[in-house]
């Protein structure tokens, strides 16, 4: 009887122990499962009536200024501009689904841009699509534009591709952390250089004139020069357009800003430029009668999924994983501000994660890198004194060495400083043990 009893509390303690360990694995399952697709922690909860609405309204801007955005940006990338208009929209379903920020606008983003198109044009240079004419040889050669793009196009979704492997492995291996030294005035000085990087690259569209695309080390300073030493070929009437448009964003962000409260949706200056501006250039036919350079016909709908050309991958490896770290570090950092200032929190690794799914699927209907878009009001916003230092380093380096070692030098500082002031820490807590060792220490300073 005894032996009756025990071996049915034996059994019963075990059919515990199964029902304990069944509860932690759907408990650890459900964790996994919600830590992986942060949507599933919102939309079940989502309050329709009070939130519905401004996310439509919210939505609707942002993809008005996705739209003319996603055009210049894919020419800053040296690839059409209807490839800007692809990546503005497969990414940004996806970020939906895999992303921690409620705030951050995933899509085409003038520094990457920029990057991607240093590397298409160093891999894919004119000099390698000039032909002889079929007519005769006293001819010119002539550069052959649709073989030229479409390598190019080919060189930017392979990249994509790898800077999503990049990332989402990087994710995995909980390299996140980084966020951490990706302190605010690190964050303002890197976004201040890259404002900078972006104005020298328009320079030569602002004023119409042609020069070479430079890249790496002192590539501002070169392109500047570039510019200036064709300052005499300028054309007035693309300037002339260049300078209302410009006048016009201003005037309409200052009136955003003032009547704010008043105001039900922000007026969407961006849109009001690209159709007026469109309709003026078709209706005096400036590209004809006034050489102004036009984006031109923009095919409709989307393409087809197409496998990437990997064969192109030997001499991208560096490049990817350096755009694969400032894309990184441009969304983490708007995300945490934007968190910091909502009451909510995000995961970097599951940032890194969901931007390299970004980028790997959408690489397969070809788009190009993309990262979040930061707002000028956040670069432009003041800094504290202590921290000046930071800014300073960030801001000189990413202006003069380029983008990503300018980020590198930058994050590299910013370790330092935190190192130093973690040990200057310490030893002022060591002090503290010691009242002899306190004094010493008043009286030097003193």
Not at 104 to 119: C, N
Not at 235 to 241: D, F, R, S, W
Not at 284 to 305: A, C, H, T
Not at 375 to 380: E, F, M, Y
């Amino acid at each position: 009887m005894l032996e009756t009893s025990t071996h049915h509390t034996e059994t019963t303690r075990m059919d515990s122990l199964h029902q304990r360990k069944y509860h932690l694995l759907l408990i650890d399952s459900k964790a996994v499962l919600l830590s992986s697709l942060p949507i599933l922690t919102w939309l079940p909860s989502y309050p329709v009536k009070k939130w519905l609405f401004h996310d439509v309204v919210s939505g609707l801007s942002t993809g008005v200024v996705q739209l003319p955005q996603g055009l210049a940006y894919a020419m800053l990338a040296a690839i059409p501009p209807v490839y800007g208009l692809y990546s503005s929209f497969y990414p940004v379903l996806l970020y939906t689904f895999f992303g921690t920020s409620r705030h951050i606008s995933i899509g085409t983003f003038a520094v990457i841009s920029l990057m991607i198109g240093g590397v298409v044009v160093r891999e894919a240079p004119d000099s390698m699509f000039y032909m002889q004419p079929a007519n005769g040889t006293n001819m010119s050669a002539v550069l052959d534009v649709e073989t030229r793009d479409a390598a190019r196009v080919q060189l930017a979704v392979v990249l994509t591709t790898l800077v999503g492997i990049i990332q989402f492995v990087l994710g995995l291996l909980r390299f996140g952390f980084v966020a951490i030294y990706l302190t605010e005035p690190l964050v303002r000085g890197f976004t201040t250089a890259a404002a900078v990087h972006v104005f020298i690259s328009q320079l030569k569209y602002l004023l119409g004139v042609k020069t070479r695309r430079f890249s790496g080390p002192l590539s501002a300073i070169f392109s500047v020069q570039a510019v200036l030493s064709h300052i005499t070929d300028t054309n007035v009437t693309t300037l002339i357009m260049g300078l209302v448009c410009i006048v016009f964003l201003y005037g309409i962000k200052s009136m955003n800003e003032r009547f704010k409260k008043k105001l039900p949706v922000p007026i969407p200056g961006e849109i009001i430029v690209v159709i007026v501006s469109t309709g003026i250039s078709y209706g005096l036919r400036l590209s004809q009668d006034y050489r102004v350079d036009v984006v031109g016909k923009i095919p409709s709908g989307l393409l087809p999924p197409a496998v990437p050309h990997f064969s192109l991958l030997n001499n991208l490896v560096a490049d990817a994983f350096a755009i694969a770290i400032v894309g990184f570090s441009m969304s983490i950092s708007l995300s945490k501000i934007f968190a910091l200032k909502h009451g909510y929190s995000v995961d970097g690794n599951q940032e890194l994660i969901a931007l390299g799914l970004c980028n790997f699927i959408s690489s397969f209907f070809q788009t190009f890198a993309i990262t979040c878009s930061m707002s000028r009001s956040l670069v432009q916003e003041s800094t504290g004194g202590k921290t000046q230092a930071i800014w300073l380093v960030a801001f000189t380096a990413s202006v003069l060495l380029g983008l990503d070692y300018g980020l590198m030098v930058a994050v590299t500082f910013a370790i330092l400083t935190v190192v130093y002031r973690t040990q200057r820490y310490r030893r002022l807590a060591a002090a503290r043990c010691h009242p002899a060792v306190l004094t010493h220490f008043i009286r030097r300073r003193v």
